[in-house]
């Protein structure tokens, strides 16, 4: 059997049952871990708090090409990844390491530019690249872990309950409109094509902002890369419930508003790559939350009994129409 | 300029210049940073212990073939090379990252009996596989990390002062021995043959032998991946020493002396792969490790004031040679 038979999911269901389950409570070496395969990051105790751990691959002619990516933004955007699946988990990042896979024809500028942008998404988040590996490999692949901290316990994806509140930390779609701008060579008025290309070249993950809320008492999150409908229902699926969003809840820049009219919602719905955070809470610990974020931080929707995994999308007409996406199987 | 004409090191010093220096004490998000690029792992400190955090990968066409190396083995093989970074610093492997690249005709069973390799070696060191990425690549790769604890002061490569004295804890050449048999296709008697190939198939990282001599008071140590005076040449460059090493001193098991009486030594000096750990501490410090260890671990000669990153061997004759090596460039 082939992988593209089976695809993503097919495998980590193989790789699943030969690891095993995770007994309770056990761990490494006496470190009990609290959270193994399936969110943002792994997580595990230690006598101080629950450290988090994350990874992200970018490889040539699957998830960039050299002709039309930028180097300084492929490096600022792997980064910015990574430390975006910490701020879905509440955390603090801390400390990274790279690995190189380069042939052996590649530009010695390309790589300089590819860390420079890695390192100025660090810096804006006081990260540390610490260490990798660099080694010679037919296809250019760059991988990139991080680890992190929380100082109580993590959001997870797998504990929202129907009635929950969902919200959303910021405006959504606009890293979809800068990318449509890049690719159909348009050109929107100044003040918002530099605002949706910058959106699309240096997204910002929400570390403060899953700070506050984690604080505030919120306990399921996860970050929106893939999508605001996908990675919801990724939610439900990964919770057992389903979920109601109401389309013009859904926060849009203006500036996006004004540049794609048509098509800005469907970038909010849609769109990947924005890198914020969506949430679910109950509606007394939702209120404080959104009130310590302010605007655009909004709530959407809300977390029904199901079917698992589907978005209900409820449109101002009335109309309603069920979403369920099991998400981007890299090999089918 | 292109990557194969700086090669390996001169990458790592574009980049570090890239990253510039690591000012005194500073850290990310407040937590201190105290070893960084360079090491056998990265090191920070918490307010509990100091972190350890370390990644290897291995492309296929560069450092496997899928048709020579069992998956199983290559599984093995990758978790013991990080787990023996971690035990080189005197630390405790905890929790580790898997990234997958993979074509989409990898057989699926192939990958399951490479994660049934990485998952025996885990076991064995109390290792959990807590997550990773699986992504779509024309050429496959196999990207670990491994994050650690340290509940003191790390060892490190750069602190090793002349007179101190060097030691293994091991036998060394065995992977080696093994690697010949199955590359020449040669069988030695059943007991030598057995053991030297188990010893290249499923080499056990020295972590127990990390901790000991660790709380014994060793601060300077690296492990043996590359062959040892290859690894002594690393040492000794990033201590700004040198060193001199007695042939006869090294231990060599009795099975790899039966199987290859007149290349044992050649393997013991110069094979890869043992994965066993070499260190240098004052000889108060030195003699309670080895009495820790035990035999067959081994002082084998010391450290002298120089040159920088020579070794020289003593031979039993009262000849001497100078080694100096570079370490294995990826790309030249």
Redesign the interface.
């Known amino acids: ?6 695809g ?1 999911f ?3 269901e ?2 699943a049952g ?2 095993g389950p ?1 007994p309770e409570g ?4 006496g ?1 009990r ?1 609290t ?4 969110d943002d ?2 997580a ?1 105790e ?4 629950t ?1 988090l ?7 040539e ?3 960039f090409t050299r002709d039309t990516t930028p180097w300084a933004d492929l490096g600022w955007k792997l980064m910015a990844a990574n430390v975006s699946d910490i701020a879905a988990m509440g955390g ?4 990274s ?1 790279v ?1 190189l ?9 390309d ?2 530019a590819l ?2 942008g890695m ?1 100025e998404a660090a810096r804006k988040y ?14 250019m ?1 760059i ?1 990139l ?1 991080l ?1 992190g ?1 929380h100082s109580g316990k993590p959001m997870l994806r797998s504990t929202a309950q129907p009635g929950y509140q969902v919200a959303v930390s910021g405006y959504l779609g606009s890293s979809a409109g800068g990318l449509r701008l890049m690719l159909e060579g348009m050109e929107a008025d100044a003040e918002a094509d530099a605002f949706l290309r910058r959106a699309h070249r240096r997204p910002e993950p929400h570390v403060q902002q899953g700070l506050l809320i984690s604080q505030a008492g919120v306990g399921v999150a996860m970050d929106v890369s893939d999508g605001l409908l996908d990675d919801l229902s990724k939610l439900c699926t990964a919770s057992g419930v389903g979920a109601e969003v109401r389309s013009d809840a859904v926060p849009v820049h203006p500036l996006l508003q004004r540049a794609f009219p048509h098509d800005a919602l469907d970038m909010a719905l849609n769109g990947g790559e924005d890198y914020l955070l969506l949430f679910a809470a109950p509606a007394d610990v939702m209120s404080r939350a959104i009130e310590k974020l302010g605007p655009p931080a909004a709530i959407i929707g809300e977390i029904t009994d199901g079917p698992a995994g589907t978005v209900r999308l409820l449109e101002p007409s009335g109309e309603a129409r069920d979403v369920n996406v099991r998400g981007w199987d ?2 089918k």
């Open positions: 059997m082939l992988v593209s038979e089976v993503e097919g495998l980590i193989v790789l030969v690891i995770d056990a761990g490494a070496n470190f871990l959270l193994g395969i399936g990051t792994a595990w230690t006598s101080w708090a450290e751990a994350t990874t992200d691959t970018v490889v002619g699957v998830h603090l990042p801390l400390y390491l690995t896979g380069l042939p052996a024809d590649t530009q010695v500028e790589i300089r860390y420079e390192l006081d990260v540390s690249i610490v260490g990798g590996d660099i080694v010679r490999s037919p296809t692949f991988t872990s680890n901290v890299h090999f």
